[in-house]
């Protein structure tokens, strides 16, 4: 190869490299070009998604108190160890190095787990709960040894009279992903982002939205080992409002107590505005537990106990209202124009169908003589009653109930109140295809039929008699953070005064001499207006009724209605004792307990 | 008088770019520095070490470079050898040599010794290249090649190839030959793939999609990509730059000085230094154009291959269109070993145009 002929190549080929240096700088410029410029948008977010993080603040809960302030629902700091959710731990290994210090059981690893599985959003899940202060300083003196475990300071929801109120106030429970679902479906996720917690039954559900409060949120800025650098932006939460509700804690517990070991229920509303002063539902349980979840063997225990604690009786337990129907059977024929004084029967201890076709006893073997409306209320005649059922019909019956909130709900501040039952032809034809018959409009006018009331519509319709102006809905809160809120009037049935009065005289009676209740009366400084009722349980078939040899879940339902005092009505309630046997015997006294304590407290 | 001298020999319009790309890389450092200012004052000590003896290169008689070149490529080979057997191991690969007060890489010198040996030995058999030649110019490539590649470090092997490739191709290497080459290779590529080890063979193919692996292989590329994206038009501006001073982009004073760059200073900033590059680039090809011998031509333009190929593969790395292999920004990343050899290349570069006709002769 010649000189010349090398250089003739090599500028040649140098040219080349030249060309090929430049374009590839010209590449790379245009690869910059498409991520800074065509692409700025998708990486600018990129590196502010790799070092802020959005902390989110929960609000603190609404305290629950009761209309004297005195703390119903309250939050606890509580110190829990929490493990990270991106993390992977040996639970077991992670026990027993702890089991020195901590005690941790099956059951904390049990619940650990069943949060992890079905908690959809939370960074730290607690494998141990509620630690005690010397467990908290063992923890924190050997703190080193456990660096992928947080101690953490949380609010507890703590329910200071547990059963007392556990179907009033209810509880919160564990946000699950099904709630999740339901808060998004109702635009209402936001709220919650930062909330381990929410209200499932009772208060704390139906007032969710109050107690609840706002979320607010932290930006943090941190670096690639997840270190906070800076705090970018503080939102505060807004705290849930403190709310206080109508009832009387020292009344409810009363209430609770005077049932002993007794299953049934008992309601007291303040027959001015429809305050419900207590509300009992025995037995109870204790919310406490259902918090954070309850364990597995503890809940079917609760769940399948034959005294149902879980069934909130007040709203959601249907009796047949037995002889506590009467008055409102009796008012219905008042505004009808039926059986009205000085309309009198010669009771002889039976009625039987015009037609023919059936007879039936009176409770009183030989009955009651000579009776008229307000005898009849008085002594709780059922031959009375018989007849005038007859007379006005099951449709007019009905109406008239239904104007007394019977048969539907009476718009209480709880969520799931039923409705109750008023049955009729179409009812019967829709759900047994079979007639109606004569004889049981006779039978639900004492109460008996397939008629189902709620305690709650008892004590609602209870109010009414006692005072015929009562313009409010029962209702449960009074004030949220002192602000008087609640006002949701629901008019009172249009009723004849006079009418009306001699309903209320009635019931007067039933406490005075010859009543079925006369008992109560004895020895008291106020009157009480009331009426007994007894519902079957069980149907004897002709066997004798004798209550000292039934076996308990076999005896009647005692119920029992009244106001207090009678010229001046304040409080009416309503009780049921489950197999409480007759009425007034069980059922009175608790009721006289209650309004012992209220006339005495307000000096009536 | 030397400083005289010195003046007059410098070429100033090349020194005055190198200065200010090294201005560029000192104060992107200084923002990238998380231990205070220690390696901005370590990268100035470089500097000074690399401007002394890019001086002293200068001032040298360039026949002595010819006259050591096979010395100084033996040498070289030998500390590539000796770091195979007792190098400093860092981030999974054995590319230094620790002599206790000096700590440095010998794939950065061989950079510049195999340059300076092809150009001796085809200088060497000027006016007399036969196949035999290229062939035996193969083999000066393939020995530092199968040293660098076992370390491992992919990057400088393929450097140095891709070099040496280069100077054989303006030697006048026919074309023949190299299109069988390149077939070869072609058909090889497998069994080079089955060479790589496994976390290099998962760096090519995190290329292709480096979001498949974001917290394994593609963690590197992402969080570089995530740099430049998020650089904009005009950048964050000086020290700025969360993705480094948050930690999140990784070796933010070394192989990826220039994401941090690009993220403070933006699109017009990296074009900016392109252009400063391109410069520095067409100065040299220029220079190369007017030397007269073999020796001077294939010398300068090996050396300047290899910044620039340094140059390629360094930003295709930070920007996604090449595997992370741990290259180097040359005149621009952290390091004394880079750094001084970089100097020193451009020191010969303007030793061997000034003394053009002298060496001709």
């Known amino acids: ?604 | 008088m030397n400083i005289v001298k010195l003046f007059q020999e410098i070429d100033h319009y090349l020194f005055g770019l190198i200065l200010i790309i090294i201005t560029l890389g000192l104060f992107t450092l200084a923002s990238s520095d998380q231990s205070g200012a220690a390696l901005v004052v370590s990268q100035i000590i470089n500097i000074i070490i690399g401007i002394t003896l890019m001086f002293a290169v200068i001032l040298m008689d360039p026949k002595k470079l010819f006259f050591f070149a096979p010395f100084l490529y033996i040498a070289s080979l030998f500390l590539l050898l000796f770091v195979v057997f007792f190098g400093y191991e860092s981030h999974g690969a054995q590319r230094w040599i620790n002599l206790g007060f000096l700590k440095f890489q010998p794939s950065e010198v061989i950079k510049l010794t195999t340059p300076l040996m092809l150009a001796w030995h085809y200088a060497k058999n000027d006016g007399d290249i036969t196949l035999k030649q290229h062939l035996l110019a193969l083999l000066i490539i393939t020995i530092p090649f199968c040293l660098i590649f076992i370390q491992p470090d992919l990057g400088t092997a393929l450097m140095i190839s891709f070099v040496g490739l280069v100077i054989t191709f303006v030697a006048g290497l026919p074309m023949k030959f190299i299109s069988i080459s390149f077939i070869l290779f072609l058909l090889s590529s497998p069994l080079l793939w089955g060479i790589l080890e496994p976390y290099q063979q998962k760096r090519i193919m995190t290329l292709f999609d480096p979001f498949s692996d974001a917290l394994g292989s593609g963690y590197q590329t992402i969080q570089s990509m995530i740099a430049l994206g998020s650089g904009g038009l005009i950048g964050k501006g000086w020290g700025n730059a969360t993705q480094t001073y948050l930690d999140f982009l990784p070796e933010s004073s070394t192989d990826f000085i220039f994401a941090v760059f690009s993220e403070e200073f933006g699109f017009l900033g990296v074009i900016s230094a392109l252009i400063l590059y391109l410069l520095i680039f067409y100065r040299c090809m220029f220079m190369v154009t007017r030397m007269q011998d073999t020796f001077s031509r294939i010398l300068s333009l090996g050396i300047l291959m290899s910044l620039f190929f340094g140059l390629i593969i360094n930003l295709g790395m930070i920007s996604g269109i090449l595997p992370i292999v741990g290259v180097p920004l040359p005149l621009f990343s952290y390091g004394g070993t880079s750094m001084v050899v970089s100097l020193i290349s451009i020191g010969i570069i303007m030793t061997l145009y000034n003394n053009k006709t002298l060496i001709a002769n």
């Open chain 1, 1 to 604: 190869m010649q000189k010349g002929e090398f250089k003739y190549t090599f500028q040649k080929r140098l040219g080349v490299i030249t060309v090929i240096i430049s374009l590839l700088v010209i590449i790379i410029s245009l690869r910059f070009f498409y991520l800074q410029i065509f692409q700025y948008d998708f990486y600018k977010l990129k590196a502010s998604n790799n070092s802020i993080r959005t902390i989110p603040i929960e609000p603190a809960r609404g305290l629950i108190f009761d209309r004297n302030d005195k703390v119903i629902a309250a939050n606890q700091l509580t110190y829990n160890l929490e493990l990270n959710k991106k993390s992977q731990y040996d639970l077991d290994e992670l026990a027993r190095k702890l089991t020195p210090i901590v005690k941790i059981t099956r059951d904390d690893i049990n619940k650990y787990q069943k949060i992890l599985a079905n908690d959809p959003f939370l960074d730290t899940v607690a494998i141990k709960t509620d630690l005690t202060d010397e467990e908290v300083a063992a923890f924190t003196a050997n703190r080193y040894l456990y660096d992928d475990i947080q101690l953490v300071i949380r609010q507890k929801r703590f329910y200071s009279y547990a059963q007392i109120t556990s179907h009033l106030v209810g509880h919160i429970h564990r946000i699950n992903k099904a709630d999740i679902k339901t808060l998004q479906a109702n635009n209402k996720y936001q709220r919650y982002f930062a909330s381990r917690h929410m209200g499932k039954t009772g208060i704390e559900s139906s007032y969710e939205d109050v107690i609840h409060g706002y979320p607010g949120y932290k930006q943090i800025e941190v670096n690639a080992k997840n270190e906070i650098i800076q705090t970018l932006v503080t939102v505060p939460p807004i705290d849930g409002s403190n709310i206080n509700l109508t009832i009387d804690i020292e009344l409810q517990k009363i209430a609770f107590n005077a049932f002993k070991n007794k299953k049934g229920a008992l309601v007291a509303i303040d027959v001015n505005n429809g305050e419900i002063l207590a509300y009992v539902s025995q037995p109870g349980f204790d919310p406490n537990f259902f918090i954070d979840g309850i364990n597995k063997d503890a809940w079917s225990k609760l769940n399948n106990a034959k005294s149902k604690p879980l069934l909130d009786r007040v709203i959601r337990g249907l009796y047949p209202p037995g002889s506590t129907l009467k008055p409102f059977v009796a008012l219905a024929a008042l505004e009808n124009d039926i059986r009205k004084p000085p309309f009198k029967i010669n009771d002889p201890g039976y009625f039987t169908m015009p037609n023919g076709s059936k007879t039936f006893n009176d409770w009183k073997k030989g009955g009651h003589g000579i009776v008229d409306m307000a005898e009849a209320i008085k002594v709780s005649c059922d031959t009375f009653f018989y007849g005038l059922g007859l007379e006005l019909g099951i449709k007019r019956i009905n109406q008239s109930l239904e104007q007394y909130f019977f048969g539907r709900k009476t718009g209480i501040d709880m969520h799931n109140e039923r409705s109750g039952l008023l049955a009729d032809e179409a009812w019967k034809k829709n759900k047994f295809n079979k007639p109606w018959y004569g004889g049981e409009t006779a039978i639900t006018a004492i109460g008996q039929g397939f008629t189902q009331v709620t305690p709650l519509q008892l004590a609602y319709a209870t109010a009414l008699i006692a005072n015929p102006k009562l313009d409010q809905k029962p209702h449960l809160l009074l004030y949220s953070e002192k602000k008087a809120l609640y006002k949701n009037n629901q008019p009172p049935p249009p009723v004849n005064e006079k009418n009306i009065k001699l309903i209320q005289d009635a019931m007067t009676d039933v406490t005075q001499d010859g009543g079925t209740a006369a008992f109560l009366g004895k020895d008291i400084a106020y009157k009480i207006a009331a009426k007994t009722g007894t519902a079957q349980v069980f149907s004897l078939k002709g066997q004798e009724y004798d209550e000292e040899n039934l076996p308990e879940r076999l005896k009647d339902h005692a119920l029992f209605i009244a106001y207090a005092p009678a010229e001046q009505p304040k409080i009416a309630l309503a009780v049921i004792v489950e197999n409480g046997g007759h009425g007034g015997s069980t059922a009175g006294p608790i009721a006289k307990q209650v309004f012992d304590y209220y006339i005495k407290l307000n000096n009536f």
